[in-house]
């Protein structure tokens, strides 16, 4: 039970840092520090909404629309700790 503890930590810091990339570099490309011409730019920024489009789609349709403001992002992390801190709580029911 120790491992599936592991495992499922390794898993929300990965869906953790891969919303972070996709923050940072939807930032990068709206500063336009990044363009979307390059190829691979271009096809780092589809994987990364390939991953995380079908997470922020449900998050999407539960919170209400904010003007120009996404904050699907900010509910996922949010999301993901949440989880981590049941998680790290329960942990004694993994050992």
Sequence with gaps: MT???????LLLNIVY???IAHVIMSWLINF??????QPLV????????RLLEPIY????????????????PL???I???VIRIIL????MYFY
């Design 75 to 77: 509910v996922v992390l």
């Design 42 to 49: 271009s096809q780092i920024w589809d994987g990364l909404n």
């Design 57 to 72: 789609s449900r998050v999407r349709r539960v919170i209400p629309q904010m003007g120009g403001i996404d904050l699907a």
């Design 32 to 37: 336009q520090v990044l363009n979307l011409r």
């Design 3 to 9: 491992s599936l503890f592991q495992i499922l930590m």
């Design 88 to 91: 790290m709580n329960n942990a």
């Design 79 to 81: 999301g993901v700790a």
């Design 17 to 19: 840092f891969i919303v």
